[in-house]
């Protein structure tokens, strides 16, 4: 069935990432040969970011107008009828009378779902409170795909907020699939991965650990940190507490180590010493954004190159 409405990494099956890693590769052919297409010129794109946003809103809005496409938009609540009481499903509803395909950012775990069964158009997922940010998941696995060449026999390491990080979440439900891969969960013993992550991984024979420091890395492929979600902690001393003692500094990056991501913003989790090294991937990660989303637009809407 076409992939029609993305709310979860838990329909990113193998053969759909696939799918979306080819036609991102012929977006970014199209962005480094001519900039644009109109593969979407009859098209209007609503973004709905309830929540704040820099890669992710710009990526999208870069990704539509390269196809195109037009734009609407709300961003945060402040100027919106959501200050007014309107739910969430009553300005999806309507909304999606305006435009042929909405991607949103919402600030509550499950609004994803809701404002998909309200919509009358397509739908992205763009991050739902701490659950999940499935196109973060496809931006991720195809960096790694085009910097180490497979996403299998991988060792990987997830910090330093595993309880919280949406996109390491949906990253985790993304990889899992794969042939012998091995997690381990890096962070303070307050923010360990949820049961549900871990369970999943498990039935799916991912070789996982959990470790409370840095100093206890295996030796992984590939190290992915996030920040530690300020927003999201209910005792703000707890973030206080361990903002400055997870961070990643050279020194503590096992030699084997051979990329390094980070959905960004950066704030205290990585040393900008580290920046300096060749397998610091996490800017290339980042425009890699535009490609992916380009692929994903068009997918949606039935379109391709
Ligand atoms: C992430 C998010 O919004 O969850 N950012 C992003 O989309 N690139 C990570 C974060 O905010 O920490």
Not at 3 to 16: F, G, H, K, N, T
Not at 118 to 144: K, M, R, W
Request: aromatic letters at 8%; one cysteine or more.
């Amino acid at each position: 069935m076409p992939l029609e409405r993305l709310i979860s990494a838990r329909q990113l099956s193998v053969d759909v990432l696939h799918e979306i890693f080819d036609m991102a590769r012929k977006m970014r052919t199209v962005c480094q040969e001519t900039g644009r297409t109109n593969l979407l010129a009859d098209k209007m794109i609503g973004l709905v970011f309830l929540e704040p946003s820099s890669r992710t809103l710009l990526s999208f809005q870069s990704a539509a107008q390269r196809l195109g496409a037009g734009i609407v938009f709300i961003q945060g609540v402040g100027s919106t009828s959501f200050e007014k009481g309107e739910s969430l499903s009553d300005a999806i509803k309507v909304v999606s009378g305006y435009c042929d395909l909405i991607v949103a950012r919402l600030p509550k775990s499950g609004d994803a779902q809701i404002a998909s069964d309200a919509s009358n158009v397509p739908f992205i997922n763009a991050g739902d409170g701490g659950n999940e940010h499935p196109t973060q998941s496809l931006v991720d696995t195809f960096t790694i795909i085009e910097e180490l060449g497979a996403l299998s026999n991988l060792d990987y390491a997830f910090g330093f907020d595993p309880l919280q990080s949406r996109s390491i979440h949906s990253l985790c439900l993304v990889l899992s699939q794969f042939e012998n891969v091995g997690f381990d969960f890096v962070s303070p013993p307050e923010l360990k991965a949820p049961g549900w992550l871990i369970d999943q991984c498990r039935s799916r024979s991912v070789r996982v650990s959990e470790s409370s420091s840095l100093k206890d890395l295996k030796d992984p492929d590939v190290i992915y940190l996030n920040r530690l979600q300020e927003e999201r902690f209910p005792d703000r001393s707890l973030f206080e507490k361990y903002r400055y003692e997870y961070r990643l500094t050279p020194d503590q990056i096992p030699p084997a180590t051979r990329l390094i991501l980070d959905p960004l913003p950066r704030v205290d989790e990585i040393a900008l010493t580290v920046d300096e090294l060749p397998i610091a991937g996490y800017f290339r990660q980042a425009q890699n954004g535009v490609y992916i989303r380009m692929a994903l637009l068009a997918m949606l809407l039935g379109r391709s190159l």
